[in-house]
């Protein structure tokens, strides 16, 4: 009951605290003993292992862990045993394990004897191998990449990042084998040889992933991109129709507003240090200053600053959010999507205006965005921006067909991004933050 309500509620919170991915969960076998071997890269991996299956996983642990207050009952209560890691020590623990096989559960079992350095999977001990003979469970390999960047053993606390957990085809040893080898030191290393290179067949592309992210974090920011002067040209212009509509006086400071953005973007090239955080704030900050600056620049205009805006911002920061666990790629692409989105929306303001034009096309270029790039919780950000736009239509006051044009807007920019802008990017992310499938 109590393994139940965890992972009931461990799924989704590791879905959104790091986009945890499954992939090959019909390879574990649905009843009988089965042994689960993984490499192990952080504090996560049990709890990775264990949440997407029907069964409970049985897991060996390092013997300290159980004398901590409180999290060692816990594992305990979940049916984790302990594991004296030394060496020779570890005989006590494989009984445990055989029992746990000979009634037909599902064992846990790090063979590396430990967490994971930066890097495949090396020698590993032969406990796996043993066990599969003695007993004739299956072992099904596990591969989980990008836990390493999540928890590395030299941090305290995790941190976002997308992790993909696959569980490769059960290895399978003959009756045969397992009659004439069992005591046969050169084919149990054999065996964990077979283990490990099923495992570092994804892992080796994951971890040149990782490394190749943590390079590209560590660049010199970009120059001032294309979409970014866009703010400073609708500044230009706001000036001349605040001008001619006499807005001005009253409306002069907050058209500058956007002075404060590129002074930002002068300390990102001058002064702050390259870094994930530093490079993921640059590529959100349009979004913020659209969020922040909307309401002065529509004022200054003189168009309307739209109904239900709070529905809009709401639904534009929902869709935003998974993109912190998506590539940095993705993310660019989006932010110049929804920049271009929402300043070609606000031209078509001054012409034909309607308080919910730029509503309908952000949220049609994010519905097909996310779809077109099966961007994670696609179809949670869909449902959300249709509720979002069916509720403005029942609730608004301006209804009428020029919202369709509005709504071409958003098919339009997508079709740029995907016509002129992804071969760029594509060619420098290629095969650098995927795992390999």
Same mark, same amino acid.
């Given at each position: 009951?109590?393994?139940?309500?965890?992972?009931?509620?461990?799924?989704?919170?590791?879905?959104?605290?790091?986009?945890?991915?499954?992939?090959?969960?019909?390879?574990?076998?649905?009843?009988?003993?089965?042994?689960?071997?993984?490499?192990?890269?952080?504090?996560?991996?049990?709890?990775?292992?264990?949440?997407?299956?029907?069964?409970?996983?049985?897991?060996?642990?390092?013997?300290?862990?159980?004398?901590?207050?409180?999290?060692?009952?816990?594992?305990?209560?979940?049916?984790?045993?302990?594991?004296?890691?030394?060496?020779?020590?570890?005989?006590?623990?494989?009984?445990?394990?055989?029992?746990?096989?000979?009634?037909?559960?599902?064992?846990?079992?790090?063979?590396?004897?430990?967490? /994971?350095?930066?890097?495949?999977?090396?020698?590993?001990?032969? =406990?796996?191998?043993?066990?599969?003979?003695?007993?004739?469970?299956?072992?099904?390999?596990?591969?989980?990449?990008?836990?390493?960047?999540?928890?590395?053993?030299?941090?305290?606390?995790?941190?976002?990042?997308?992790?993909?957990?696959?569980?490769?085809?059960?290895?399978?040893?003959?009756?045969?084998?397992?009659?004439?080898?069992?005591?046969?030191?050169?084919?149990?290393?054999?065996?964990?040889?077979?283990?490990?290179?099923?495992?570092?067949?994804?892992?080796?592309?994951?971890?040149?992933?990782?490394?190749?992210?943590?390079?590209?974090?560590?660049?010199?920011?970009?120059?001032?991109?294309?979409?970014?002067?866009?703010?400073?040209?609708?500044?230009?212009?706001? &000036?001349?129709?605040?001008?001619?509509? @006499?807005?001005?006086?009253?409306?002069?400071?907050?058209?500058?507003?956007?002075?404060l953005y590129y002074l930002y973007l002068i300390?990102?090239?001058?002064? %702050?240090?390259?870094?994930?955080?530093?490079?993921?704030?640059?590529?959100?900050?349009?979004?913020?200053?659209?969020?922040?600056?909307?309401?002065?620049?529509?004022?200054?205009?003189?168009?309307? /600053?739209g109904e239900k805006n709070y529905w809009l911002?709401?639904?534009?920061?929902?869709?935003? &959010?998974? &993109?912190?666990?998506?590539?940095?790629?993705?993310?660019?692409?989006?932010?110049?999507?929804?920049?271009?989105?929402?300043?070609?929306?606000?031209?078509?303001?001054?012409?034909?205006?309607?308080?919910?034009? %730029?509503?309908?096309?952000?949220?049609?270029?994010?519905?097909?965005?996310?779809?077109?790039?099966?961007? %994670?919780?696609?179809?949670?950000?869909? %449902?959300?921006? /249709?509720?979002?736009?069916?509720?403005?239509?029942?609730? @608004?006051?301006?209804?009428?067909?020029?919202?369709?044009?509005?709504?071409?807007? =958003?098919?339009?920019?997508?079709?740029?991004?995907?016509?002129?802008?992804?071969?760029?990017?594509?060619?420098?992310?290629?095969?650098?933050?995927?795992?390999?499938?």
């Open positions: 009951m109590l393994l139940g309500f965890l992972k009931s509620i461990g799924r989704p919170l590791f879905r959104v605290l790091f986009s945890a991915e499954y992939h090959g969960i019909d390879n574990v076998p649905e009843n009988g003993a089965v042994i689960i071997a993984g490499n192990h890269p952080s504090y996560l991996d049990p709890a990775l292992v264990m949440l997407p299956l029907k069964r409970p996983v049985k897991f060996m642990a390092w013997d300290a862990l159980f004398k901590i207050p409180l999290f060692g009952p816990l594992i305990r209560a979940l049916g984790a045993f302990p594991v004296d890691i030394r060496k020779g020590k570890g005989e006590a623990a494989y009984r445990q394990a055989v029992r746990v096989l000979e009634r037909g559960d599902v064992l846990g079992i790090f063979p590396e004897g430990g967490r /994971s350095e930066w890097g495949v999977m090396g020698e590993l001990r032969n =406990g796996v191998a043993r066990l599969a003979l003695e007993t004739g469970a299956p072992i099904v390999p596990v591969t989980i990449g990008g836990a390493y960047r999540a928890w590395p053993k030299w941090k305290l606390l995790p941190k976002p990042a997308r992790i993909i957990v696959r569980y490769h085809q059960p290895i399978h040893l003959s009756a045969e084998d397992r009659r004439t080898r069992s005591e046969d030191r050169e084919y149990h290393q054999e065996v964990m040889q077979l283990v490990a290179s099923k495992i570092n067949r994804s892992l080796i592309p994951a971890l040149r992933g990782d490394e190749t992210l943590e390079r590209w974090y560590r660049r010199p920011p970009s120059h001032v991109r294309t979409f970014e002067w866009a703010p400073l040209i609708a500044m230009i212009i706001a &000036f001349r129709v605040s001008s001619e509509r @006499g807005t001005l006086n009253s409306h002069w400071t907050g058209i500058l507003l956007p002075l300390c990102d090239l001058a002064v %702050i240090k390259p870094s994930r955080v530093a490079k993921w704030l640059r590529n959100s900050a349009p979004v913020w200053l659209i969020v922040i600056w909307h309401y002065p620049l529509t004022e200054a205009l003189v168009v309307p /600053s911002i709401a639904a534009v920061l929902a869709a935003f &959010f998974p &993109f912190f666990y998506e590539d940095y790629f993705s993310l660019q692409k989006f932010v110049r999507g929804l920049v271009a989105t929402y300043y070609l929306s606000l031209a078509l303001m001054l012409f034909r205006p309607n308080p919910l034009g %730029i509503m309908c096309s952000t949220l049609v270029f994010i519905t097909i965005f996310v779809f077109w790039y099966q961007v %994670i919780y696609r179809w949670w950000i869909a %449902i959300t921006m /249709s509720l979002v736009i069916t509720l403005a239509l029942l609730f @608004g006051e301006a209804t009428d067909k020029l919202l369709l044009l509005y709504a071409l807007f =958003g098919v339009a920019v997508n079709t740029y991004l995907q016509s002129f802008i992804s071969l760029a990017y594509d060619i420098r992310r290629a095969g650098n933050v995927e795992l390999e499938r």
